[in-house]
Every structure is written in C-alpha cells, then in structure tokens.
C-alpha cells in the first residue's frame, strides 16, 4: 500500500515538472520571437532616419549657391539693385491729407447761425441768395434796419425773412437820417401834448396827407412813416415762425411790426391808400431790433417795394 502511494507522488511530480517544462520552452520561444521583430522593427526606423537626412543633406548642398560660377549672381544681384533703387510713383489712389479736404469741403457761402441788429450804411439791394448773380427782393434805404439770423464767410448776412445783404454795406450803429429826426421831433411834440392837453379828435397838421377812402375824423394824424415789409422768421432750428411778439400769429393785412415807445403794443394805425391793397386799418402786434422811429414794417406774404406813407393813430 506505501509503495502504491510513493508511486503515484513520484508520477504526480514527474508531470508537473513535464508541463513546467513545457511551459517555459514555449515562453522562451515567446521571448525570442518578440525580440526578433523589436531587432526588424529597430533596423527599419534607423534605414529611414538615414534616408531623411542623406534627402536633407542633398536639397542642402542644391539650394546653396555654387560659389565656383559667381557669374551666374551678377545679373540677380544688378536685378534686385535696380528694383530696391527704381524710384515709387504715388497711386493715384493716394488718400487727401486732412487739410486738403477740409479746404474742399468747404463752402464759402454756408450760413452760421449769428443774430443781431444792423443798420444800411447806403443803399443795399436785397437779394434771395448770397451773391450778386441772385435776384434783386427790394432795396434796402439808408438808415433802414436789418435784423440778421446768420453771416456767412463770403460776407453777407442772411435777414429774419430769409434773403441777404452785403455785410460791408451795413453798420451797427443807427444812421440819424432827416426822416428819422423829423419822426422823433414829431413823436416829442405828440408826446409833450397828450402830457399837458387831452388827446385831439381831429387832425393835427393834415396839410398834404393824402385822404383815403375812410373818414379820418376821430383819428390822430401821426406824420410820414417809412413802410417795410417781413415775413416769416426763420428760427436756429431751421422752421419758420409766424408768431408776434404778442403771441398772435401774423396775418397779413392787420399785423404791423412798430417801436412801442412810439406805438405800443394794440395801437390801432391807419394808413390810406394802403400799399397792400387792403382796407389800412393795421394793428400793432409786433416789434423788432431794427424798427425804430418812424419806420414800421407790415407783414407780407410776397415781396414789396418800400414806400412812404402817412400814418394816422385810430382813437
């Protein structure tokens, strides 16, 4: 029986150690196969890094001059001289510097806004545009008020109604013409009157009024007084306004711009043979820094021609 067990130990330790066997051969073989390939694979990358630079190497030595045929240079060279030397025209698509198109886009005859209050130093033509070439609107007398709303830099003022004028035909000062001594002689003595007498009911000094069409009985003869015309104001936004300095709007044929010390603001007016072809009766609804005096100015839709007329103070 112990020499059954002892056999059968004796041939459980001869397999093992036959499968052990076995299994290291196999992974001997294993090893050196993987070894081979790693050798092949090792050879390969070496061939190839030597076929990359022996290429370098000869696009090197093909692209470097061959400093033995220096003749072959000179014409390259003489060719790059001459183009680093040619002279470069300006295009013709140059851009303007800043000055040069400042100066072209400027226009002489562009208005800035500027308002005050002159007076003709002579006779001036008003004219709808800022330029001689425009057409004639009236003239302006000397002495005559203008209100200006912009200047431009060719010299000329544009007036409230919209035309223009020369700016060195007129001055800032008022000119003390015989008209405009005999109105204030004439408004002085009204004045010292109504002050010491009651106001009369019948013309005063009417010799040479010219008589109109209504009754003048009643009505204060005041004298001659220079008649104007305006329209429409333009305002710095670039509307057009057609509201009094008393709040009502302009209407032609009653509105009458006036100077308050003489004529206040409702003074009722009456002018025969009215130059505007109406009825005469106007109303004092507005004012002006250039009407002064005897002058007063009617508001038009067209244009008129300037005139003298009498005036008498209606009540």
Known sequence: MGASIAA???LSLLVVMGIYTLLDSRAREDRARRNAQADVLLEAAESETSVSAASETEASVSETPDETEPSELVPLLAETSEAETEPVEPSEETQPTEQETTVATTDP???????????A???INLRTGPGTGYDVVRVIHTGEG???TGRTASG??????GNYVLI?????EPIATTAATAAQTTAAQTTSAATTAPRPTTPVNNEGATAGSADTSGMTYYGTCHITFYGPQQLSDGSWSTTTATGT???EGRTVAADWDIFPSGTVLYIPNDPLGGDG???????????NGNHLDLYANGSHQVTDCEVYIVG
């Open 121 to 123: 130093s002579s006779e």
């Open 146 to 148: 203008i209100d200006v």
């Open 281 to 291: 009766y106007y109303t004092v609804e507005d004012r002006g820094p250039g009407v």
């Open 109 to 119: 005859n562009a208005v800035e806004e500027f308002y005050t209050a002159v007076y």
């Open 168 to 172: 060195s035909l007129t001055q800032e």
């Open 8 to 10: 059968v130990v004796v």
């Open 249 to 251: 709007t302009c209407s």
């Open 156 to 161: 000329w003022y544009r007036t409230y109604s």
